[in-house]
């Protein structure tokens, strides 16, 4: 039952869905708005499930070869005083190893997998979508017509084929700027020890991934118009950050004028459905949990595991098909949302009270406390992991 698909967004949900559905032997071409893939990208965290379906897709060697080393985390107050060190080993002693990664970097790496696989068109959006029976004729901005039997919309966080298509969702604000990026510097830091600093209404990570080069990520609750921020992101970094250490000022000057910076505002979508008639949501266009649930990017994997599996099981019944990845993902999504926004009030504390009480209970945490705050909330249960429903 071999199906045309098309899928709205090559990201990495959309790559992985495609990789997925290729390898069933469906006809798949994807759209891009961009212009082409970059490697560039702020860095990610590559974990457990996520880590499991790479490597399930025979991509373990390359996925090493493009990742960084994540040896220790450092949680510290913004004076440098110590809270907790933390061993990325010790604490995925029962799980996959995390992988650091930009996600540039992971999304080259399912791109290269799949050169001569599937077509792939850049500087192309959908137009309008018509229903005839059970397919859809698209029109592409370029023109082109074509006949699809599954549309999977993966365009990300703010996808207008979401907002057309699927009036029920919403993006929830999360009131918080992100600032991520890289800086080639030459440093003394040790590669692979990180630092993250816990302030109120902000959070700074500090990440030698290189000899010569530094990822920094910053997450600043703020109410303000994100264009107005991306005027001025010196401006914004020195007043979040000024009254730090000279260490840590300077390398923040150094980074709002030579570094590659991304800013974003950032978000969740509230889609009480992932599917109209023959349209399945897929990745953040569908259920964005945040960067502050640490598992985006494996979310998206797994989505795009768990609609490849259902279409490979009822090829000729869609609805069904359909159905049961709505069913699977809906407390999946609701579960890492839930930890984005208790990651939100812990690692972003909203006043000095809050701040204090995080301190004080993280620098007593023992390695079980520790494990259950940084590893539970980023497990599967085996039924869901084998995309049983329950």
């Known amino acids: 039952m071999r199906k045309n698909i098309l899928i709205s967004g090559g990201g990495i949900a959309g790559l ?3 990789k997925l559905l290729s390898t069933q032997g469906h006809q798949v071409t994807v759209i891009d708005r961009a212009s082409s893939f970059a490697k560039a990208g702020f ?3 590559l974990k457990s499930f996520g880590v499991r379906i790479m490597e399930e897709l025979g991509l373990t060697a390359e996925l090493q070869a493009a990742s960084s080393p994540s040896e220790f985390v450092s949680f510290l107050e913004k004076d440098g005083q110590v809270i907790q060190h933390i061993s990325y080993e010790k604490m995925n002693e029962n799980i ?8 540039g970097q992971l999304h080259n790496v399912l791109y290269d997998s799949l050169k001569g696989q599937i077509n792939v068109f850049f500087n192309t959006t959908i137009s309008k979508l018509t229903s005839v029976g059970e397919r859809t004729e698209v029109v592409l901005s370029d023109g082109r017509e074509m006949e699809a039997d599954i549309i999977i919309i993966s365009e990300g966080l703010r996808s207008s084929t ?3 298509y699927f009036t029920n969702a919403r993006i929830v604000d999360f009131n918080t700027l992100y600032m991520g990026g890289r800086l080639q510097i030459e440093h003394s830091c040790n590669v692979g020890d990180f630092k993250i600093y816990i302030d109120v209404n902000k959070m700074l990570s500090i990440y030698p991934i290189a000899n010569n080069e530094i990822a920094i990520q910053c997450y600043i609750h703020h109410k303000g118009d994100l264009a107005t921020m991306k005027e001025r992101p010196a401006e914004l970094l020195y007043r979040s950050f000024g009254h730090y250490g000279i260490e840590v000022t300077d390398l923040l000057n150094r980074f709002a004028e030579e570094g590659m910076m991304f800013i974003d505002k950032m978000g969740m979508v509230d889609a009480p459905d992932l599917v109209n008639g023959n349209m399945v949501l897929l990745g953040d266009a569908g259920y964005c949990p945040t960067a ?3 598992m985006g ?5 797994y989505g795009a595991k768990a609609l490849s599996h259902f279409i490979n099981k ?3 019944d869609l609805r069904s098909a359909f ?9 999946i999504i609701h579960k890492f949302q839930s930890n984005a926004r208790n990651n939100a009030t812990s690692f972003i504390p909203a006043d000095e009270q809050q701040l204090h009480q995080f301190i004080n209970t993280f620098r007593a945490a023992s390695d079980i406390e520790l494990k259950k705050i940084m590893t539970d909330p980023i497990i599967l249960t085996e039924d869901q992991l084998n995309f049983k429903i329950s």
């Not at 996959?96 to 996600?103: A, Q, W, Y």
């Open 96 to 103: 996959e190893r995390s992988v650091l990664i930009s996600r």
């Open 323 to 331: 159905n049961n990845y709505n069913g699977l993902m809906q407390p």
């Open 16 to 18: 992985t869905a495609a």
């Open 292 to 294: 502050l649930s640490g």
């Open 297 to 301: 990017a494996s979310l998206s994997i």
């Open 43 to 45: 860095l990610i965290s």
């Open 314 to 316: 009822t090829p000729d």
């Open 162 to 164: 979401r907002e057309r």
